[in-house]
């Protein structure tokens, strides 16, 4: 009997290692509101390659967990959920945050219990300089995005180019690159307004962008917010060419464009999702096709680039790693490639990748490059 006892209660303790041994790594991200469609997208590109990497025996004998929790894209919910994940949860990591001002809401967090966030689903310059110790991006920044974007317009002959951003530190910081691009081609917008991000109201800009005679509108802002001031523009018979930024790169989104989805022009942060010539892009298809899926989305695509950095950061953290030893093994990377693209950090750079593109919507309903 007390031999049974005994077996029941180091099975029970061996049970406990085993639920410990789990590395858990943490998000927080609008699962619903707004952004709802490309978080998932993003998410499950993430969940392709750590499903795979877990499929093989996880990273030195342990398998990854990802706790998410849905911040409906308010910034104070956001920092309430990392530090659940933080204090509670007891994460190695938070991970693929979503959203400018969440991740600097988060940022207090971070410096006080010296935890690592990877791959913050957004490219606010704020994230990148001045360098935060604890901030390791894997995507370029908005403002190289807006700056190509102004560049490719002038380029193909549009004189008058408007701009509409939400009234945010995302929208600020992105309208700083749109205006390195308009003062690299001697021009300035010929429209400049600001939208609320809680409730977006496009009724009073609209007809100043239909007066101006606007040739172009390039949209920063996320999500359903964009959609509504796309279909507010068509109804008010412009037929300006509408540009947005990566934050938008998702099928979901497409899907909420509808009928006036083809024709946007959405930058890009990581090579064309079609393209099986990039490495990057085929093991993410063939893991997709393993599943069932046919194909991947661009915001698929970012989310599989962050889990190889993720899981890179663990392998090099080593068996039983601790914040402080994913911090170190983050600030030593060199030349890691991802396939065919390559992670640098140092603990003076946390960039990462500086690609950026151009992609327009086809009329299949799928971008193109």
Do not use: C
């Not at 849905?70 to 919910?77: A, E, I, S, V």
């Not at 204090?87 to 010296?114: C, S, Y």
């Not at 974007?149 to 701009?163: C, D, K, P, W």
């Not at 911090?327 to 065919?340: K, S, T, Y």
Request: proline share 5%; hydrophobic share 45%.
């Amino acid at each position: 009997m007390h031999r049974r006892h005994w077996l029941f209660a180091l099975t029970a303790a061996l049970m406990s290692l085993a639920a410990q041994a789990q590395l858990l790594i943490g998000q927080t991200a609008g699962f619903s509101g707004p952004v709802a469609a490309g978080v998932k997208e993003t998410t499950d590109g993430a969940k392709l390659y750590l499903d795979a990497v877990n499929a093989r025996g996880g990273v030195n004998g342990q398998k990854i967990e990802l706790i998410s929790l849905d911040d409906k894209f308010d910034p104070k919910l956001a920092a309430d959920n990392a530090r659940e994940l933080i204090v509670d949860k007891k994460v190695l990591a938070l991970f693929l945050t979503r959203g400018t001002p969440h991740a600097q809401a988060i940022m207090p967090l971070l410096a006080e219990h010296k935890i690592a966030l990877i791959a913050p689903s957004t490219g606010a310059m704020v994230l990148h300089q001045p360098v935060h110790p604890y901030i390791f991006n894997v995507r370029a920044t908005y403002q190289r995005e807006a700056e190509r974007a102004v560049r490719h317009l002038s380029l193909i002959g549009l004189e008058r180019i408007a701009v509409i951003q939400v009234d945010d530190s995302f929208g600020a910081d992105s309208m700083a690159g749109a205006q390195k691009g308009f003062d690299a081609v001697g021009k300035q917008p010929v429209v400049l307004e600001k939208f609320d991000r809680a409730q977006p109201n496009f009724a009073p800009i609209v007809p100043k962008i239909v007066q101006a005679d606007a040739q172009a509108v390039i949209i920063i802002g996320s999500g359903s917010a964009v959609v509504e001031g796309v279909k507010a523009l068509r109804a008010a018979g412009s037929r300006a060419q509408v540009v947005t930024l990566s934050n938008n790169a998702s099928a979901g989104f497409i899907k909420s464009l509808g009928e006036h989805a083809r024709g946007v022009i959405v930058s890009q942060v990581f090579p064309y999702e079609r393209s099986l010539a990039a490495p990057i892009v085929k093991e993410a298809v063939d893991l997709a096709r393993a599943k069932g899926q046919q194909e991947v989305s661009p915001a698929m695509m970012e989310g599989f680039a962050a889990a190889k950095v993720l899981v890179e950061a663990l392998r090099r953290a080593g068996p039983n790693p601790t914040r402080a030893q994913i911090v170190n093994a983050l600030n030593g990377i060199r030349n890691f490639d991802i396939g065919g693209m390559e992670i640098n950090y140092s603990p003076t750079d946390h960039t990462g990748l500086d690609y950026a593109d151009l992609s327009i919507i086809g009329p299949d309903g799928k971008f193109r490059r």
